[in-house]
């Protein structure tokens, strides 16, 4: 998430999100990791089982998704899960996320690295 995004949603507390910034926040996310493409829209239907007009309208920020939808949602993208981290103020979960995402990318690196060097 970039540094942006969080000192928006720090900006206000966490009483104060509305179901329209909660919407634009998830929206914002989903569009972050998948883009804005039907393709996406196809994605998040496949993750979470929602209908195509459902989706159409999280990723136009008309509406956010549900507790139920959320959690399918956090469990596959972790734009998502990052964001609800940071409307919920769990930045320090998020911290864990992105060193275990830095984890895996040296692991694959250095996976890389030694198919070169063999």
């Given at each position: 998430?970039?540094?942006?995004?969080?000192?928006?949603?720090?900006?206000?507390?966490?009483?104060?999100?509305?179901?329209?910034?909660?919407?634009?926040?998830i929206a914002t996310a989903?569009?972050?990791?998948?883009?804005?493409?039907?393709?996406?829209?196809?994605?998040?239907?496949?993750?979470?089982g929602a209908g195509e007009?459902?989706?159409?309208?999280?990723?136009?920020?008309?509406?956010?998704?549900?507790?139920?939808?959320?959690?399918?949602?956090?469990?596959?993208s972790d734009a998502v899960?990052?964001?609800?981290?940071?409307?919920?103020?769990?930045?320090?979960?998020?911290?864990?996320?992105?060193?275990?995402?830095?984890?895996?990318?040296?692991?694959?690196?250095?996976?890389?690295?030694?198919?070169?060097?063999?």
């Amino acid at each position: 998430m970039s540094p942006k995004m969080r000192n928006n949603l720090h900006a206000g507390s966490i009483e104060q999100l509305s179901s329209e910034a909660y919407a634009a926040i998830i929206a914002t996310a989903l569009r972050r990791e998948l883009g804005g493409t039907h393709r996406a829209v196809k994605t998040v239907r496949r993750w979470t089982g929602a209908g195509e007009r459902t989706v159409t309208n999280w990723l136009a920020a008309e509406h956010g998704p549900s507790g139920p939808h959320l959690a399918m949602l956090s469990r596959h993208s972790d734009a998502v899960l990052e964001a609800f981290l940071i409307m919920s103020a769990r930045e320090r979960a998020v911290i864990g996320l992105e060193v275990s995402r830095f984890r895996k990318l040296l692991l694959g690196t250095l996976e890389r690295l030694e198919e070169v060097i063999e």
